[in-house]
């Protein structure tokens, strides 16, 4: 009779729903005025100079921006079994294979990053692989390289996970290229990447990594940040200034639209297809989604049942947030009671959310919503009245935060059958599943540009060591322009430009030994007749004045002075950017010292001794001042054995080389007496190296 009674209710829902029951328009829209949209097109988005719509409303109107669109065909996107997770809540899916140290790398100034093989198409429709790519370690909050389940899915700060089940608390960790060093209670440890499930770093404040994020990934606080979330479980977030789009193929059909964001994190551009994005969410920089900042602390006391947990940006149970027979487009879901805590910075000036209880529970449900500053104590900032049942979606208004003198906190209270439930409420918690639904953060505009600011040098990387100085009457202006020399078909990169009067980049520092030459990667896009002028200066001593120069696509040129006679010395640095034509700003590829020319790439350096290692136990090469070539000195191998030319990196030899890559490869040889001499290269990807003969004989053995 049960069996009987269930088959008659799926019948008449299927009954039902095919009489009556309408197929949902494909996508869903919310503008930050509150109005909605649902429709069945997405259109005019393939290109970076469209103005897309949803219908015929545009999404980036000036006056009335969308808050974000869903694509109600796709699911939300699980967790992927390896990530790179960021402190501000974005999501990397891939294994992470290496790790780099700052430095110069193909005459590019690069931060501390990671290497990670993508998991999730992010390639370029035109490229047929996609390459590694790297990942800023500053803004780093977790790496997995195994997903562990269930609710162990959480960031859990100075925690190392093995993959044998081991647990590490460290204090803090060094990276190595392929593992890591921590200091724990106990010492020293290390761990490679081949041991690890996850690692969890030590906690970063949130809103310094957001205005770090802001300094290197925006030059402009009115645009818009945008948010992508794929079903594949990638998530990033970049403003619209480093925003591309383009269709594969001719025609404007969404299907074959590719959109790519620079996340500030990232050191390549992303493309992504359209067809994998679940959510695209926009607002300004200085609103700022709760979902995106990880809650410091959570509390929860269930009566029965009830996860122990919470879900950001999906209800309770991992499904779309839904109040009310309204969607959100970010949030979090909790089951009640719970109290989330979140850190608030002193330019927090409102807050903002809707709320109430989850759609899926129907009739069923009973609880209030609080908010407090500070402890969860005394008087609330809002307080609900008590909500029963999942029929209504609930707003807070604008609520202006007090002013505090600096850090304080936000939270966000669900309390379970308040005392003065309702007679016809749930009496105990089963179905108190709650969604706080487009909850944000207004921050004050103008603290928000002071903290962005006061991080100008970030959003160069070359100039991270050096301070930056405007002098009196001038300031730096910066600009976000696509740069098509770099690798990858083209990175956004931010320029510099000196308005007013000249700004002076600064540093002092003890030159290395081995460095002979300052280097200055700089250049500009066109040539007009007010140029951008250079001064260098070594302790306090005027060595050099020329122009930026023009650079274009494959001849990026790189300016070299000589600095050897410093070396060894701790002297400052200084290096003036003069104004020059407004239309001019320069960009900055890199700053710094070093032993060789950026063209060139000396194999032999006679201050250094040799540079073979004999093989297969041969006798050692040897460093001569006679019978040299050019230059003062040579190498002289001994007969009959076999060398290795020690390089720290492999060195890429093409006949169209990109900006630090090589066109040939030059050397003079002479043997004296009868016999071969055989000189082979090494590809990357080959055993067998490729080797050239000389002199007269018979060929030598491979």
Known sequence: MIRQSWIGLIILVVLGQSSWGQTPARYEARWWDGTRLEHDELADWHSAESQPRVGDRLLFAPDRPVMWVCDRRLPPGKPPESFVEMTAGDRFPG??????????????????????????????????????????????????????????????????????????????????????????????????????????????????????ELAVGTTDLDKPLLQIETVGGLRITASLSRFS????????????????????????????????????????????????????????????????????DRNITGKRLSCGGQSGGWGFGVHASAELHFPLPGSARKVRTCFGIDSSAGEGG?????????????????????????????????????????????????????????????????????????????????????????????????????????????????????????????????????????FVLRQSATVPPESRWLVLGCSVRADYSDKARLDVRVAGEPIASFEAPVGRAGDERMLAIPIDRFAGHRVSFEVEQRPADQRLSVHWRRLDWAPQLPHVFRLFDEDEGAVFSPLAGGKEPEVIDTDHYTGRKCIRLPAGGRYRLRIDEPLAIRSDPRLGEFRMLRMALRKRGGGRLGVGFQPEQNDRPAIFEFGQGPPLAA
């Open 95 to 212: 294994t992470v294979t290496g790790y780099r140290a700052a430095g110069v790398y193909q005459n590019r100034a690069l931060p501390a990053h990671f290497t990670v093989q993508p998991s999730t198409s992010i390639r370029h429709p035109e490229d047929r692989r996609a390459d590694d790519i790297g990942i800023d370690e500053r803004f780093v909050q977790r790496v997995v390289w195994q997903r562990r389940s269930g609710l162990a899915d959480r960031y859990e700060p100075g925690h190392l996970f093995y993959r044998d089940g081991r647990v590490l608390r460290f204090r803090a960790v060094r990276f190595e290229p392929a593992g890591v060093r921590m200091l724990t209670e106990d010492g020293a440890r290390r761990a490679s990447f081949d041991e690890i499930a996850e690692l969890h770093l030590p906690r970063k404040d949130f809103w310094e990594s957001y205005y770090d």
């Open 366 to 502: 009973c609880v209030r919503l609080r908010l407090f500053v500070g402890a969860a104590s005394g008087k609330a900032l809002y307080e609900s009245p008590v909500i029963v049942g999942s029929t209504e979606i609930f707003d807070t208004g604008e609520l202006a935060l007090p002013a505090t003198n600096g850090a304080g906190v936000l939270v966000v209270q669900f309390d379970a059958m308040p005392r003065d439930a309702p007679e016809l409420a749930d009496p105990l918690n089963i179905r108190d599943m709650c969604n706080l639904i487009d909850p944000y953060i207004e921050l004050d505009r103008n603290e928000l540009a002071r903290q962005v600011a006061a991080r100008l040098q970030l959003g160069i990387v070359a100039w991270r060591s050096w301070d930056v100085a405007p002098l009196t009457g001038g300031s730096v202006r910066l600009r976000t322009v696509f740069d098509d020399t770099g690798p990858d078909r083209g990175l956004f990169v931010t320029e510099a430009a000196a308005e007013g009067a000249s």
């Open 245 to 312: 789009a383009k269709e594969a193929s001719p025609g404007e059909q969404s299907p074959r639209w590719f959109h790519a964001l620079q996340p500030a994190w990232s050191l390549s551009l992303l493309w992504i297809p359209h067809r994998t994005v679940v959510y695209y969410r926009s607002f300004a920089p200085h609103q700022v989604p709760l979902s995106r900042i990880s809650p410091a602390k959570a509390v929860f006391s269930p009566m029965i049942g009830g996860p122990g947990h919470w879900q950001a």
